[in-house]
């Protein structure tokens, strides 16, 4: 496999498989599954404004530390 990085793969993820889970959350008293297509649009406004927030260079990289969450996508 080549080298790929973790945005790519997952976009290719949810070009693939777009109804599929992404992500399993609590609600209520179960698990309720997230697909890509769900995701997706999380996703892409999250990077968005990653990248327009800061005066980064390019090819600068950012990293988010915190629990596990639905709330970071």
Request: aromatic share 6%; charged share 20%.
């Amino acid at each position: 496999m080549p080298d790929i990085h973790i945005p790519a793969m997952v976009q290719r993820n949810a070009d693939r498989n777009p109804d599929s889970a992404a992500f399993r959350v609590k609600e209520g008293g179960g698990w309720v599954d997230v697909s890509w297509k769900q995701v997706m649009p999380r996703v892409k406004a999250i990077a968005a404004g990653l990248l327009t927030a800061a005066d980064l260079p390019d090819g600068a990289r950012v990293s988010i530390i915190g629990n596990t969450t639905m709330d970071w996508v």
